[in-house]
């Protein structure tokens, strides 16, 4: 009988097959790619759909070649940070800010490695200790495009190793879960660890020089996150990642079997608050310690004060996986509340360009389509009463910004937000006339803002960091 590509059921195949432990080279490629190994289990009832990345502009190319060429010369830090080019504006000081780290840097003897996000990085940042990390991004890229073309020697050994070790392991996988994904894997996990095996070297260059107490990741499971990670343990130098969001207990990057031991994950996982301490299961080796978030902390006063609530108006959330049928249910209560209620859709970046085809619908004066970032999604909490969604980090902002909530019972939210429907009482609905009822009954759900986020998390990552250091 074919299992369901649930979390419990991937987890039991990695536990039977020791999947965790095989190793290509010295290289964990299971562990490096279980993420996207998961997601092709899963992608035919997932119903997910993505934006494509745009190809390369001279201009941007030049710039990351400008980059790329910049010398490393950060020396003796206490502490590295390593994250990607996700930056907001700040509209008080115009500068692009990395919300996670750029306050924090600034307290220590420290450099953020950057790493480009859509061709790019965002100018300017206000920042005199960020490095990007263009080099590896090209080295990465251009290794793997000319394996494939001249079919290299490196490519062909790493496909065999691959496919001796784990034919097997996706046999099991066929005939456990049903799709056929050795020829795919093979391919995607050989490019997978020619991107390793690169960064890594270049990685171990940099804490040549840098020399760090510390290594801080935003996302552990990005390439040169990994690398850091595997290095720290070799170098004796602490790595911890600090979460760029809330967890979710389907996510697969959060959800590994407690006896597991992998040289690429973090010391220690850094979290927003003790809501997470039953969602989040990484190795038991890997301590949760709950710090909060500064910048949710900083600008929830600001804008609390520069945007008053009104009791009228309702947010909706999208989301890439469910965006389809939020948008249908948001569209309908416009249609049938909206001269009385202040309707606001928030997209989901990635939607900006393709939501007037895809959802026609949403093209209603009763409904503000938020499809820019003019705006942080914080303003549309501070004013709003109710905040709609499905499996979205945005519901934990909401709710710390106060807002009453409902859940929309589509794709994997019962599931994913068992914590909110089992033990706040927010309730989940199917169709917008539950959500009508509720909105006239005064019955979404009520739950606590202030325990959403650790207090005080400037002060809690702080100790943490010294406490590392010494």
């Known amino acids: 009988m074919i299992k369901e590509s649930t979390i419990e059921n991937f987890l039991s195949f990695e536990r039977e097959h020791a999947c965790n432990s095989i190793e290509v080279e010295g290289i964990p490629i299971w562990s490096l790619y279980r993420y996207e190994i998961h997601n092709a289990i ?96 090209f080295k990465t890229n251009v290794a793997v495009k000319l394996s494939k073309k001249f079919n290299t020697a490196r490519r062909h050994r790493y496909e065999a190793e691959i496919r001796e070790k784990f034919t097997d392991i996706f046999a099991a996988i066929k005939n456990e879960f049903g799709p056929d994904l050795l020829d795919e894997m ?44 595997a290095l720290g343990k070799e170098r004796g130098i602490p790595t911890a ?14 959800q590994f079997n407690p006896e597991e031991r992998i040289s690429v994950l973090p010391d220690y996982e850094l ?21 909060g978030f500064p910048f949710f902390e900083r600008e929830r006063e600001k804008y609390k004060a520069k945007y008053p609530r009104d009791e009228k108006t309702i947010c909706f959330i999208s989301t890439l996986a469910e965006g389809e049928q939020i948008s249908k249910i948001a569209s309908e209560l416009a249609d049938r509340i909206g001269d009385e209620y202040h309707i606001i859709y928030k997209l989901h970046p990635h939607e900006f ?28 909490l501070a004013e709003s009463k109710l905040c709609v969604g499905t499996r979205t980090a945005s519901i934990w902002e909401a709710i710390g910004f106060g807002c009453e909530t409902v859940l929309l019972n589509f794709g994997d939210t019962a599931i994913n937000m068992r914590y909110f429907i089992e033990e706040k009482n927010v309730p989940l609905v199917d169709n917008v006339d539950e959500l009508i009822s ?22 809690n990552i702080c100790k943490f960091i010294d406490e590392v250091i010494g």
């Not at 990642?241 to 959060?254: D, I, L, R, S, W």
């Not at 360009?353 to 705006?375: A, G, Q």
């Not at 509720?438 to 759900?445: E, N, P, S, T």
């Open 42 to 137: 899963k992608r035919d009832t997932v119903g997910r759909v993505d934006g494509q990345q745009t190809a390369f502009q001279k201009k941007e190319l030049f710039t990351m070649l400008k980059n790329a060429c910049r010398p490393f010369t950060y020396k003796n830090v206490d502490v590295l940070f390593v994250c990607d080019g996700a930056r907001n504006k700040n509209i008080e000081t115009g500068y692009f800010e990395n919300i996670y780290f750029d306050e924090l840097a600034k307290k220590y003897n420290s450099v953020i490695l950057e790493h480009p996000v859509n061709h790019g990085h965002k100018e300017p940042n206000g920042m005199d200790n960020v490095f990007y990390t263009d080099r590896v991004a």
């Open 186 to 229: 093979v391919e995607a996990m050989t490019d997978r660890m020619y991107y390793f095996a690169i960064t890594k070297d270049y990685c171990a260059k940099i804490l040549d020089k840098a020399q760090p107490k510390l290594i801080m990741e935003l996302c552990y499971y990005s390439m040169e996150s990994f690398a850091m990670s």
């Open 271 to 291: 979290i927003y608050s003790h809501s997470q301490d039953n969602i989040v299961h990484l190795p038991d080796n890997i301590p949760l310690v709950t710090v």
């Open 438 to 459: 509720l909105i006239k009954k005064d019955g979404a759900g009520k739950v606590e803002p202030d325990g959403m986020f650790e207090p005080n998390a400037m002060t």
């Open 241 to 254: 990642e600090y979460a760029h969001g809330f967890a979710f207990p389907t996510h697969t990057p959060m």
């Open 353 to 380: 360009s393709y939501y007037k085809e895809r959802f026609p619908w949403l093209v209603n004066d009763k409904l503000e389509v938020i499809d820019n970032t003019d705006n942080h999604i914080f303003k549309y």
